[in-house]
């Protein structure tokens, strides 16, 4: 509420002669004016320390509301109050002995005057003379006597309320019975200020301090009592202004910061009490707006922020074992504290939120212990099984024929927006859900009701669902790994005489997704492919066992070929890029071992080797175009061609007649032509042969010459990588 909300009495408001009851008089500006007599004592609440923020009720404060509250009332009223002059007298009277006393009296006198008169005038004049001045005196005693009645019914009233034990038991046919014993009524002034001046003192011992919240027992209390008074609600209206108009004049008194703030909670519980006390018509019997200029946002925060507290305390009450009473009382204390469904909804969920925070806290520090004992794990299963026990709970309870009168915010449990709602704590809960998903399959299977569960896990924790599918693909991939493991090593697997059906109940069992099962198969083949090369080559033996793997894991021909050309191919194209480094020299009899050893002994296709091999080569190729394309002149260029025309001869021929197991001294006949072609242009002086220091730094001896003169392999070129165009002025240049 707004600071300025007590910062200034109405201008419209009279100001009160004395302070507001206390030991002295108090006249209020109400439409009965009353006045309290000065032995009357008065205890007031005033507030010291709170927050201006509601807070929840404690428990302790509940459990002992009712004996503070019976002994703070017991004495609210004061002592008992004396009665002086005819008033002992009057007490005594019923209405119709008093009404006979009355005539009695009068006629007495009369009587007696006449007589007086007559006797000692002896004349009817003087008689009659003494008998009007005696009746004046008799008519003033009964006068006298009338009028004190009121007096001494409020009196009698007042002592009544003091002798009680408990005031919070009065009923109102002992109110009524008082007020028939001296024939009195709420038309009366004094009677009426009586039942004012009582329930005034009674709603403000009644309201807790600005430090200490309602109990939430303040606005039955009240109204029984104004109930059992009979007073009616425009005074009783006037009765709660008045009590606004003291802890407004306490905060003046206060001045200070925290004084202010019990003050203003003061106030607030003042309003939401009121507004409770008197429903609908509160709108017209409370001006709070026009008395104490506030506004009516200011008196919904009042109310709101009361009623949460209210509820708040309440809801401390629900624990994991809630059933359908209890959850009928909060949905009608909710309509009592005038709680709207949109914050009793937040209220139910942070109460259900806490209390599954409570099991995953346990959960996760079990989880994360270095000393975890050996049932670490069940008692981390048991916590979360008591969350989804709860949650279940919930559910069925939202589906409940009569969940239209249950609190509202019945349903699912989530832990967003709650202590868990963050990155970092997001962590420990994929933890747990790992740990949950692990103990489901422990048993080699996923039962149904684990699977639902799994699922009621990831919506309590607020998993994304690729998040959830990749955790659980994560340990269901382990989990099939090792089955399948125990199925090869037991047999079963080789047994089976269906090797794909006995897999796809697998797969069934484990609520494995058959395709990514099928990657596991291929990976598996391929470790076991990585294993049998390890040594540079496949024994027979290495393509039984690999042949027997395939069958039991059925695993299609084409996935075999892709991975023995990523496995094998791997290999082999080391080996082919070791021998193109090489160079001249170093292409011997060593290299071209390993280089057939590796084409053939890697079972890779004559297409798939020559793949691998033109790859490697056409790198080389290019290179030596760019060279040429960079270089100072054309000469300069023709001399790099002839560099690769070299490199093409004296290494790739070799390499390519390796691959296919071919010698090297029958070249293909369908290059001959062609390399005839391309010997008679080459002229190959001293300055060439000085130029081609990549290849060899000496002048080639005869063997090497020999190489030369004969012609390079085709197969492997430049078609697909370079234009037609470019490669017809590059063929020019070599020409030059």
Not at 174 to 186: L, P, T
Not at 198 to 224: A, H, K, Q
Not at 368 to 392: C, H, I, P, Y
Not at 544 to 553: F, K, P, Q
Request: proline share 4%; net charge negative; charged share 30%.
């Amino acid at each position: 509420m707004n600071p300025s909300l007590l910062a200034a009495p109405s201008p419209s408001t009279p100001p009160l002669l004395t302070p507001f009851l206390t030991s002295s008089p108090l006249h209020l500006s109400t439409p009965s004016s009353l006045s309290l007599p000065t032995r009357r004592r008065f205890r007031f609440s005033v507030p010291r320390n709170s927050s201006d923020k509601p807070t929840d009720v404690s428990s302790d404060s509940v459990s002992t509301s009712s004996s503070s509250s019976a002994s703070a009332i017991s004495d609210v009223f004061g002592g008992k109050r004396e009665l002086t002059g005819l008033q002992p007298l009057v007490a005594n009277l019923s209405p119709p002995v008093r009404l006979a006393s009355s005539a009695i009296i009068l006629a007495g006198a009369v009587a007696a005057g006449y007589g007086l008169g007559f006797r000692f005038g002896k004349t009817r004049n003087l008689a009659l003379g003494g008998a009007a001045a005696m009746g004046a005196a008799g008519g003033a005693v009964v006068y006298a006597m009338n009028s004190c009645v009121p007096d001494v019914a409020a009196a009698d009233l007042h002592n009544y309320l003091v002798g009680c034990d408990d005031p919070k038991a009065v009923k109102k046919e002992d109110i009524e019975q008082i007020a028939k014993r001296y024939g009195v009524s709420k038309q009366n002034e004094a009677f009426n200020a009586e039942l004012c001046d009582i329930y005034c003192r009674f709603v403000s011992s009644t309201l807790p301090p600005g430090s200490e919240d309602l109990r939430g027992d303040e606005v039955e209390i009240i109204s029984n009592f104004k109930s059992a008074l009979g007073i009616d609600d425009p005074d009783a209206a006037n009765m709660h202004v008045e009590i606004g108009r003291r802890i407004f004049r306490q905060r003046l008194e206060t001045g200070d910061r925290d004084g202010d703030v019990e003050q203003r909670r003061a106030f607030q519980k003042l309003i939401y009490v009121s507004t409770l006390v008197f429903g609908e018509a509160s709108s017209f019997l409370l001006p709070w707006k026009r008395v104490f200029k506030v506004t009516d946002s200011q008196v919904e925060i009042a109310i709101r922020d009361n009623a949460q507290s209210l509820y708040a305390s309440k809801l401390n009450s629900i624990s994991r074992d809630v059933d359908v009473e209890e959850l009928v009382s909060l949905g009608q204390a909710q309509r009592h504290y005038q709680l709207s469904d949109e914050l009793a909804e937040d209220l139910f969920r942070q109460q259900t939120r806490k209390l599954v925070e409570e099991n995953i806290s346990a959960a996760l520090d079990v989880l994360k212990s270095r000393t975890r004992a050996a049932r670490g794990v069940v008692q981390v299963m048991e916590e979360l099984d008591k969350v989804l026990a709860f949650n279940n709970k919930l559910i069925s309870l939202k589906n409940h024929p009569d969940a239209a009168s249950f609190a509202r915010g019945v349903g699912p449990v989530s832990l967003l927006g709650g202590e868990y709602d963050n990155e970092r704590k997001m962590d420990d809960l994929k933890l747990l859900y790992r740990a949950y998903i692990t103990d489901a399959l422990s048993s080699g299977r996923m039962e149904e009701n684990k699977l639902s569960a799994l699922n009621q896990l990831r919506n309590i924790f607020g998993l994304g669902k690729r998040e959830a599918e990749a955790i659980t693909l994560d340990v269901t991939s382990k989990a099939y790994r090792k089955r399948l493991a125990q199925a090869v090593s037991s047999g079963d697997l080789d047994l089976a005489a269906s090797k794909a059906a006995f897999l796809q109940n697998l797969c069934e069992e484990l609520y494995f997704d058959a395709q990514r099962a099928t990657e596991i198969h291929e990976e598996i083949y391929r470790q076991k492919l990585q294993q049998c090369v390890a040594d540079g080559e496949l024994s027979e033996d290495d393509v039984v066992a690999l042949n027997r793997l395939r069958v039991m894991l059925c695993i299609p021909q084409q996935t075999i070929d892709s991975a023995h050309s990523d496995v094998c191919g791997t290999l082999f194209e080391k080996v082919v890029k070791e021998a193109i480094a090489s160079g001249v020299d170093g292409y011997d009899a060593d290299v071209k071992k390993a280089v057939r050893k590796a084409a053939h002994g890697l079972r890779l296709t004559r297409e798939a080797a020559m793949s691998i091999a033109g790859k490697a080569v056409r790198k080389i190729f290019i290179n030596y175009i760019k060279r040429a394309r960079t270089a100072d002149n054309r000469t300069e260029a023709a001399k790099e061609l002839k560099k690769m025309i070299a490199f093409n001869t004296l290494v790739v021929t070799e390499l390519v007649g390796d691959i296919k197991g071919e010698s090297s001294d029958t070249p293909p006949e369908e290059s001959k032509q062609e390399e005839e072609k391309i010997k008679e242009d080459e002229e190959w002086d001293d300055e060439e042969w000085e130029s081609l220091e990549t290849l060899r730094k000496i002048k080639p001896s005869e063997e090497f010459a020999a190489k030369m003169g004969k012609p390079g392999q085709t197969e492997i070129n430049l078609r697909d990588d370079l234009p037609e165009r470019d490669r017809t002025d590059l063929y020019k240049t070599y020409l030059l």
